[in-house]
């Protein structure tokens, strides 16, 4: 690849988005630091992580997983290699059969091609799902913060837009002069002030962690939520969604949600664990944020990875550095262009 090493650049956020750009740009040896306050709450510190190729509703493979698994697997198999650690695993993966007219449709797609190759036999009223995984969201990102600090490569505070100034085509900051500011901001992305005219939706995700007197399964079950085993009788009961209080405190009412999916499952004695919130970077046509500023030609954006983080980072990150790098084209769907409408009409006001 050619050698980058004279573009600067700053990247705002040490999510998976982050994350997953930073890798990228270091691959073509680009001057990389990553600015991003370790210690505020963030979607990926409270991930699931879980990587699912179907979509469960009506039985459809979920959008472009062909393209994704396998950069899934190979982008984190990277970091694992890089940092040593192992953040990856497949799951015994099922979901719950809730009728006979489902049934009949899970054989029905069963047979089908490509989805044959993700689905599974009914066994014990659950479908089996195929390829799918889990990421430890958690120690990626402290693991990924700490191989950063001590390549020093992380501002690790807050950034504030009042600091950024332009000049001679850089991007001036506290810091320094850099060619291209990425900002991965996640959820905060909605006080962006050069980004905010994007139609973001956030949505709060929630999850509890129960302990049970027996265990109750040893496969990751799912119903209206998932119920993960987590050994020694713990269960993560993942996740809920909640579009109206949009709040990193964990509410009531979800955790109710939460219980009622288990309650369907199984009735069994339970005490409660842990309870944790976060803001999910959803956006309203469910498809990522990626590309520069139509006027600040030296930002950009990667965002509204949604409820999909772990699946959209590996394969759009390596999109939008190929794009912001060589030029090469963004895909209509995600480029942000599509909402330039938007933009205009923000700006004429
Ligand atoms: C409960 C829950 C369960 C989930 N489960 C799954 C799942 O099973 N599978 C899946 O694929 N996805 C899941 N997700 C979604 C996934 O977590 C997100 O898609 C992903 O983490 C988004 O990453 P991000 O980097 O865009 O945002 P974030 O992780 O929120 O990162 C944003 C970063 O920007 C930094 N930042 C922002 N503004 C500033 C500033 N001004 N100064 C300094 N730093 C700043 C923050 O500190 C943070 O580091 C779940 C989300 C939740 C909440």
Same mark, same amino acid.
């Given at each position: 690849?050619? !050698?980058?090493?004279?573009?600067?650049?700053?990247?705002?956020?040490?999510?998976?988005?982050?994350?997953?750009?930073?890798?990228?740009?270091?691959?073509?040896?680009?001057?990389?630091?990553?600015?991003? !306050?370790?210690?505020?709450?963030?979607?990926?510190?409270?991930?699931?992580?879980?990587?699912?190729? %179907?979509?469960?509703?009506?039985?459809?493979?979920?959008?472009?997983?062909?393209?994704?698994?396998?950069?899934?697997?190979?982008?984190?198999?990277?970091?694992?290699?890089?940092?040593?650690?192992?953040?990856?695993?497949?799951?015994?993966?099922?979901?719950?059969?809730?009728?006979?007219?489902?049934?009949?449709?899970?054989?029905?797609?069963?047979?089908?091609?490509?989805?044959?190759?993700?689905?599974?036999?009914?066994?014990?009223?659950?479908?089996?799902?195929?390829?799918?995984?889990?990421?430890?969201?958690?120690? %990626?990102?402290?693991?990924?913060?700490?191989? %950063?600090?001590?390549?020093?490569?992380?501002?690790?505070?807050?950034?504030?837009?009042?600091?950024?100034?332009?000049?001679?085509?850089?991007?001036?900051?506290?810091?320094? !002069?850099?060619?291209?500011?990425?900002?991965?901001?996640?959820?905060?992305?909605?006080?962006?002030?050069?980004?905010?005219?994007?139609?973001?939706?956030?949505?709060?995700?929630?999850?509890?962690?129960?302990?049970?007197?027996?265990? %109750?399964?040893?496969?990751?079950?799912? !119903?209206?939520?998932?119920?993960?085993?987590?050994?020694?009788?713990?269960?993560?009961?993942?996740?809920?969604?909640?579009?109206?209080?949009?709040?990193?405190?964990?509410?009531?009412?979800?955790?109710?949600?939460?219980?009622?999916?288990?309650?369907?499952?199984?009735?069994?004695?339970?005490?409660?664990?842990?309870?944790?919130?976060?803001?999910?970077?959803?956006?309203?046509?469910?498809?990522?944020?990626?590309?520069?500023?139509?006027?600040?030609?030296?930002?950009?954006?990667?965002?509204?990875?949604?409820?999909?983080?772990?699946?959209?980072?590996?394969?759009?990150?390596?999109?939008?550095?190929?794009?912001?790098?060589?030029?090469?084209?963004?895909?209509?769907?995600?480029?942000?262009?599509?909402?330039?409408?938007?933009?205009?009409?923000?700006?004429?006001?």
């Amino acid at each position: 690849m050619y !050698n980058f090493g004279a573009v600067k650049i700053i990247i705002i956020g040490s999510g998976l988005a982050g994350i997953a750009i930073a890798e990228r740009f270091m691959a073509a040896r680009c001057d990389v630091t990553v600015l991003s !306050n370790t210690a505020q709450a963030s979607s990926t510190a409270i991930s699931t992580g879980m990587y699912n190729p %179907l979509v469960f509703r009506r039985l459809n493979l979920s959008w472009m997983i062909q393209d994704l698994l396998p950069e899934i697997h190979s982008f984190y198999g990277s970091i694992e290699e890089k940092l040593a650690i192992p953040i990856k695993e497949p799951i015994e993966f099922a979901r719950r059969i809730p009728s006979q007219d489902y049934h009949h449709l899970w054989e029905k797609r069963g047979r089908e091609k490509p989805l044959s190759t993700y689905m599974g036999p009914i066994k014990d009223g659950y479908g089996t799902v195929k390829h799918a995984g889990m990421l430890d969201c958690t120690l %990626l990102k402290v693991q990924y913060e700490r191989y %950063l600090r001590a390549e020093n490569r992380l501002i690790d505070r807050s950034f504030s837009f009042d600091e950024l100034s332009f000049k001679d085509g850089q991007v001036c900051i506290a810091e320094g !002069n850099f060619d291209l500011v990425v900002f991965c901001d996640g959820p905060y992305a909605t006080q962006n002030p050069y980004f905010n005219w994007l139609p973001f939706k956030l949505c709060q995700g929630e999850w509890i962690i129960i302990q049970t007197e027996t265990p %109750l399964t040893s496969r990751v079950l799912n !119903n209206k939520v998932n119920v993960i085993p987590m050994g020694e009788n713990r269960y993560k009961l993942s996740s809920s969604y909640g579009w109206e209080t949009l709040d990193w405190q964990p509410q009531e009412e979800a955790k109710k949600d939460l219980l009622r999916g288990f309650e369907d499952l199984f009735d069994v004695p339970f005490t409660i664990i842990e309870h944790r919130a976060a803001l999910r970077p959803t956006v309203s046509d469910r498809r990522p944020y990626l590309g520069r500023h139509p006027e600040h030609r030296s930002l950009a954006i990667f965002n509204g990875l949604g409820s999909k983080g772990v699946m959209l980072a590996p394969y759009f990150s390596k999109h939008l550095a190929s794009h912001l790098l060589e030029d090469t084209p963004l895909m209509p769907e995600v480029d942000i262009k599509r909402h330039l409408k938007r933009f205009r009409h923000a700006n004429e006001g």
